[in-house]
């Protein structure tokens, strides 16, 4: 096992992991992809540099972009005939594994190629497309994507950037009206950006049609802003510093009528105003939904970054040895300790499910951008799907690596083993690109939409039928005779209310069930204030936002569950099913039990079996901590990737060392007595007649 001979095992199992397998499993259906990646990313040019000045880190990560552009690692998802491969699936991939080298390179990469060069081609003309994208592609021309405002992140809507159309020059003036609307913490903008995509509200003839956006130079060729064009610099930040963001903001520029990318909006040179989506709010939406692909490569890397996490966390706690408690010669290898494997296992299974989530994801992607099911419908779900899995992977990310951090103590803490530098960079991941509590918004409006929808067209007899079972569940849960049916199953029996917790179908619903209860008590909440002037149902909502969220998390947490799950039905190999199935279990139980409040409140689960989870969970993480190691060993990542010291095989090695000193040292005539132990001996003479 090399680095990893000094592991402990546990429970004694016929079950065991296939690594290989897993490994291809865990790949998914972009493998070959994400092995191209890594190998590239193996080459120390693309790895970050710890403790470099800001200005350092940007020249550092400007020079790995072109490196990527000289490795043809970043035209995946371009269209064939200007290099690319017309494959979005694998681009996204891809460039999840780039924060594995470094996060930075990872975000202005994807400022570059994901955002600016797709906004280019999603939103702009064939003619557009061939007239910028060769630049984009090769970087002779960096951009940056200037959405978001001082004023309005996430509320895009509402920017306060405008784009005035004349008419006798034929041309639009893009304009900052007031310091609020001013562009920030746009990637490329502070040093390198040449060109912005601009999103701006677009005014012709006296009416504002909305968000749309615009294509402009913002630099002259020695670098300086051209006229009009005020350029700051964001500075220093938590992280990311290799990205230089920038802040630009616009008095009366004026840019050519062609410059706006019109797929979805287009303005005549006598200033009509024409779109293919004549609703506003559906061609808004439409727009914004072409750009789903940078959550989307976020949530995908967070979960890269959690499994380097764990691989460091779990190696290291596989190794050091800390107190006497079994042996009066030999310490205790961390992860024997159950505090240890509880913190480190479950979090293990989450990342695990994520992955799962993530690949789900993925392919959802594909099939809307590849033209396989573009339908409103899917764009809709992947939407949805996006918004769900985004705020839980990077939310995740940072708690693995604080975890792991902690894990790993002192050694955690030193720059070499990345914890830290990774949380720094990772840090911002969950309130951009949609910060996560407006993204899970989403998905609740989602899911109440979806919920009002399935009584809409219903006949009067099947809603008295629903009403009268709804009554009838409520009456069951109110008065506790579920729980105390449960009691009577399982009194005095702690197996029994085991065995129940462990079967996919009570797994299922009772996950699905809190989803289906949460989302129907809000919209009972909610359902009065219909027909309120809009005031009051602001109101109404934001009084119940908390729920509204705590709905989408629930609604998340069900995904994941349901993707682990289908995802054990590719697992070929019998050992690995298995230990995969507890690695499943542990996932779906403690998030049951993270919410076991919700469960006993409502009468879902009785006291009886609530006081059986934390025990089974607990013997679970057991059963599965002789196979941790094999199964982060299975996330395919090599040293160049991991780099860090605690995974390097390192802390076994000092171990060893300490273990023979000690060993040897017993056995000479030089090993010196323990006080405690000359102490003992003192005091046995004494009682001696």
């Not at 120390?44 to 990560?61: G, L, M, S």
């Not at 400022?111 to 064939?126: E, I």
């Not at 700051?232 to 290799?242: A, E, P």
């Not at 909502?541 to 509204?548: A, G, M, P, V």
């Amino acid at each position: 096992m090399g680095a990893h001979e000094d592991v402990t095992t546990g429970p004694i199992d016929t079950a065991a992991v296939d690594t290989a397998h897993l490994e291809e499993l865990l790949l998914g259906r972009w493998a070959e992809t994400r092995r191209t990646a890594r190998e590239v990313l193996k080459d120390p040019v693309f790895h970050k540099v710890e403790n470099q000045t800001k200005e350092d880190q940007r020249e550092r990560t400007f020079k790995q972009c072109h490196a990527l552009v000289e490795a043809k690692a970043v035209h995946r998802a371009f269209p064939e005939e200007f290099g690319g491969d017309n494959d979005n699936g694998a681009n996204i991939a891809a460039f999840e594994e780039l924060v594995t080298a470094d996060p930075s390179l990872q975000i202005k990469a994807g400022v570059q190629w994901g955002l600016f060069g797709a906004a280019v081609l999603h939103l702009g003309s064939r003619e557009h497309q061939q007239q910028w994208l060769p630049g984009i592609m090769d970087l002779s021309v960096p951009g940056a994507y200037a959405m978001t405002e001082f004023g309005h992140g996430s509320d895009v809507a509402a920017l306060g950037t405008t784009a005035t159309y004349d008419p006798e020059t034929e041309e639009f003036l893009i304009h900052t009206p007031f310091t609020a609307a001013t562009k920030r913490y746009l990637g490329n903008a502070a040093l390198h950006a040449t060109a912005a995509v601009v999103f701006a509200q677009l005014i012709t003839r006296g009416v504002n049609h909305g968000v749309h956006c615009f294509y402009m130079q913002i630099r002259d060729e020695s670098g300086s802003p051209l006229p009009g064009i005020t350029i700051n610099d964001d500075g220093h930040k938590g992280g990311l510093n290799g990205v230089d963001n920038g802040q630009l903001s616009f008095d009366q520029v004026r840019v050519p009528r062609t410059h706006l990318l019109n797929r979805y909006g287009d303005v005549a040179a006598d200033g009509t105003y024409t779109s293919p989506i004549t609703s506003p709010g559906r061609r808004f939406f439409t727009m914004l939904g072409t750009l789903v692909q940078g959550r989307v490569s976020l949530s995908g890397a967070a979960v890269a970054a959690s499994k380097l996490a764990l691989i460091g966390a779990v190696t290291y706690g596989n190794q050091r040895r800390q107190f006497h408690a079994a042996s009066s010669t030999e310490e205790e290898v961390l992860l024997d300790y159950q505090l240890h494997q509880r913190r480190l296992i479950p979090r293990l299974a989450k990342t695990v499910a994520l992955s799962f989530a993530q690949e789900k994801l993925l392919g959802k992607l594909d099939e809307v951008f590849s033209g396989a099911d573009d339908s409103d419908e899917n764009r809709q779900e992947l939407e949805t799907l996006a918004a769900a899995v985004k705020p839980v992977a990077t939310w995740h990310g940072l708690d693995m690596l604080q975890e792991a951090r902690e894990a790993c103590g002192g050694a955690g803490f030193i720059s070499a083993n990345r914890f830290t530098s990774l949380r720094a960079d990772l840090d911002v991941y969950v309130t951009f690109e949609g910060d996560n509590n407006v993204l899970l918004q989403l998905v609740a409006k989602r899911l109440l939409a979806d919920y009002a929808a399935e009584f809409k067209n219903a006949d009067v007899g099947a809603l008295a039928s629903y009403v009268a079972n709804q009554a009838g569940d409520r009456i069951m849960h109110r008065f506790g005779l579920r729980r105390a049916l449960q009691g009577v199953r399982d009194t005095g029996n702690e197996r029994r209310s085991a065995n129940w917790f462990k079967q996919t179908a009570v797994q299922h619903d009772l996950l699905a069930d809190r989803v289906r209860q949460m989302v129907a008590d809000v919209a009972a909440q909610l359902r009065p204030v219909a027909k309120l002037p809009s005031a009051q149902q602001a109101k109404v909502f934001n009084d119940h936002q908390y729920e509204i969220i705590n709905t989408a998390k629930a609604h998340a947490e069900l995904l994941l569950w349901e993707a682990f799950t289908e995802g054990l039905e590719s697992v070929q190999d019998a050992g690995t099913r298995q230990v995969l199935t507890w690695l499943r279990d542990v996932y779906a139980l403690t998030t049951i039990e993270e919410t076991l409040d919700w469960y006993l409140v409502n009468g879902r689960i009785s006291a009886q079996r609530a006081r059986t989870l934390s025990p089974y969970i607990n013997r679970l993480v057991a059963r599965l901590r002789p196979h941790a190691q094999d199964i982060v060993d299975s996330f395919g990542y090599g040293p160049e990737h991991v780099r860090m010291e605690v995974a390097s095989g390192a802390e076994a090695e000092r171990q060893h060392e300490a273990i023979e000193h000690y060993r040897a040292l017993r056995a000479s005539s030089a090993a010196p007595v323990e006080e405690k132990t000359l102490l003992e001996r003192q005091r046995a003479a004494a009682k001696r007649p």
